[in-house]
DNA sequence: AAGTGCTGCAACCGCGTATGG
DNA sequence: ACCATACGCGGTTGCAGCACT
């Protein structure tokens, strides 16, 4: 049972656009707007594309001010600490880089930062924890498919583990625990939970777990305004689904300071994403590859961290995609003003040329 | 000069979600 | 509440151009 194609296959065209087809999809949309049909538009036009090709090339290459290539360190610092921070979540990231789509931060990401940040570690000795077999974990010089990348840790994801490593790398540890140790570099809810359970603790006579000068930025989630992060969707779809108003010709990105992101669909992805990223976590914890009996054990009260009082799987606690960005373009993780402000990508330029 | 492999990018595919009837 | 349709997104593929042998 296959799904239903979205258009006629046998009568559109596929490949690559000709500039013809570019000049009168763009005049069009200049002149009409989408009209909020994309699967209506190639026939009004007389494109023989499917309608998401005609949005596709409109979002990704035809739109005003779109800017290809050439990406600043800024930019690259803004890619990397979001990717840290809420993974492959390319139109999120995209949003926070006028011009940019999310496309192309997809292939720049792939094809060249990824390769910046991870590709060459064979002096670095870290990582070896990670893998028990000959095959040396630290090559990723070739773009070779996200499994590949795997055989060297079973049961973490590529993109987790590429978030983990980063992570190591970005602050310099010693080994892949260490992230855990330092609540700073969580997210704010995971901060607040393990806060609590530390205060919890020192209040049982045990002053030492009390972390929470660790944690300058640290920012109960409750007291973030969550609706600053969201639009609603018939605004979302004017303006960032590229649907120019053609009277103003206003410029279809200019999202601003918001993300656009649909409350419902972002809660839920995120819920799943996050309960992912524990089934990873805790997969790769107990793969136990060395032996720090104090991390792991710190490992593990952060695991705790992850669920709630019941320990229910359906009730882990979550890391909001707007939160998360948002904490990230707004510097309140620290990774992310770590970077953006101490330089330290540019150390990662300098060790590992392209 | 020819062959081969690699890289970067544009485009496609299919799934999950939103929306309107 | 349910269903059909359209949209949005992330993963993947295909190919042109480049580099290397």
Redesign the pocket.
């Known amino acids: 049972m296959g ?1 239903a194609p ?1 258009c006629d296959k046998a009568n559109v065209k ?4 000709s500039p013809e087809e570019d000049a009168k999809l763009k005049a069009y949309i200049e002149q009409y707007g989408t009209g ?4 209506a538009l190639p026939q009004k036009i007389g494109l023989k594309r ?4 005609c ?3 409109w979002l ?2 035809l739109r005003p001010n779109i800017k ?2 050439g990406f600043s360190e800024e930019e690259d610092n803004i890619i990397c600490s979001l990717y840290i921070s809420i993974g ?5 990231i995209a949003a926070q880089l006028p011009g940019r789509t ?3 931060i ?3 990401w ?3 930062l990824k390769k910046k940040l991870l590709g060459r570690r064979k002096q670095s000795n870290n990582i070896h924890r990670f893998s028990s077999s000959d095959q040396d974990p630290n090559d990723h ?3 070779g ?2 499994s590949d990348d795997n055989q060297f840790s079973p049961g973490l994801s590529n ?1 987790a583990l590429e978030r983990l490593q980063l992570h190591m790398q970005l602050q310099g540890l010693q080994n892949p625990f260490s992230f855990y140790n330092n609540p700073a570099l969580w997210p704010n809810p995971l901060q607040d939970k393990m806060i609590q359970s530390m205060q919890a603790a020192s209040s049982n006579g045990n002053p030492n777990l009390l972390m929470q000068p660790l944690l300058p930025n640290s920012q109960p989630a409750n007291e973030q305004s969550v609706d600053d992060f969201y639009a609603p ?1 018939s605004f ?2 004017k303006e ?2 590229g649907g120019i108003s053609p009277s103003d010709g206003s410029v279809p990105f200019g999202t601003g300071d918001h993300l ?1 992101v ?4 972002g809660n ?2 995120d819920v ?1 994403a996050v309960s992912n990223f524990q089934g990873e976590l805790e997969k790769f914890l107990n793969n136990k590859t060395a032996g720090y009996p104090l991390e792991e054990q710190m490992a593990d009260q952060v695991l705790d961290c992850f669920k709630d009082t019941s320990g229910s799987k359906d009730s882990l606690i979550w890391w909001p995609t707007e939160f998360d960005a948002k904490s990230a373009s707004s510097n309140s993780w620290d990774s992310t003003s770590a970077l953006q402000s101490n330089g330290v990508f540019q150390d990662y330029e300098l060790g590992y040329p ?1």
């Open positions: 799904r979205c596929k490949g690559p656009w909020g049909n994309w699967i499917c309608g998401k090709s949005r596709l090339r990704n290459y290809h290539g492959s979540r390319w139109s999120i999310d496309n192309d997809k292939n720049y792939n094809t060249k010089q070739t773009t498919s996200a993109s969707k979302k779809d960032l689904d656009m649909p409350k419902g669909n839920k992805g799943q392209m």
